[in-house]
């Protein structure tokens, strides 16, 4: 049994056979009605922060957009290069940095936080540089379009563990989870105990321990604002013609550069 890591090798090379039944399609589908909604038609120039191994940033390639993707996961990115080579032509190009200290010295139409990015900004200095970098990077009137979960949906709906079996070719991959929530900070303790098991019979187990913010209306306004953001819209993810309640566990939020 492997220690506890976060986005380490092993998570990343399973990473997606674990959520390839997330409906990525469906989200960039969403984010384009957004920037469509917002006065963004055409092909657009795009950042994708935290972008994992390069799901969304793949499909807005594809889709004609020009896309900047940066994490901080050297392991996550391996495989968003390896995509990247599949779609070879495609505007797309993946970047190693903190998107809390990042300046690439060029403004985007938008920029993008999805699959709980900004839950892992604990800290308030984090979220202030990281929303600071955000707006550096968007052209006045830009957007910034983000998920997290929704405090008022945690507390009503408490996580319960969970477990999960895929199988990828002849590798068969589990993930069993537990969460802690940590009230008085917005916290939510997340431990995955993961298995691989090979065509071989060979087990592997390993350990992630993440801890993710969950954020209510109000601190997400006030943070937005005092980085020149101004949130416009927070709607249930990812059907965001449903309102942000207590049966939202998942949120959207947009939110234009002052």
Wanted: aromatic share 8%; glycine share 8%.
């Amino acid at each position: 049994m492997l220690g506890l890591t976060e986005f380490g090798p092993d998570y990343a090379d399973a990473y997606d056979s674990i959520y390839r039944s997330k409906d990525y399609d469906g989200e960039v589908d969403l984010i384009e009605r957004i920037l469509i909604r917002e006065g963004f038609s055409g092909s657009r120039n795009l950042l994708d922060l935290g972008c994992g191994t390069g799901a969304h940033a793949l499909r807005l390639a594809q889709r004609g957009h020009r896309v900047i993707g940066v994490d901080r996961s050297p392991e996550m990115l391996t495989q968003a290069q390896a995509k990247a080579v599949v779609g070879r032509g495609l505007r797309l190009e993946f970047q190693e940095a903190d998107i809390c200290k990042l300046d690439l010295c060029q403004q985007f139409d938008a920029a993008l936080m999805m699959f709980t990015v900004l839950g892992y900004l604990l800290n308030e200095a984090d979220l202030m540089a990281a929303l600071a970098s955000v707006r550096r990077h968007l052209a006045l009137g830009g957007l910034f379009i983000f998920d997290v979960w929704h405090g008022p949906a945690v507390l009503a709906d408490r996580p319960a563990e969970r477990k999960i079996s895929v199988v990828h070719g002849s590798v068969n991959i589990s993930r069993k989870t537990r969460a802690i929530l940590d009230v008085s900070r917005h916290v939510c303790r997340v431990n995955f105990d993961l298995e691989r098991i090979d065509r071989d019979g060979r087990v592997e187990q390993w350990q992630e321990e993440h801890f993710v913010r969950y954020y209510f209306r109000e601190e997400l306004e006030l943070a937005l604002n005092r980085n020149q953001l101004e949130l416009l819209r927070l709607q249930s993810f990812p059907d965001d013609e449903a309102p942000a309640d207590e049966r939202s566990w998942n949120v959207i939020g947009v939110a234009r550069a002052q």
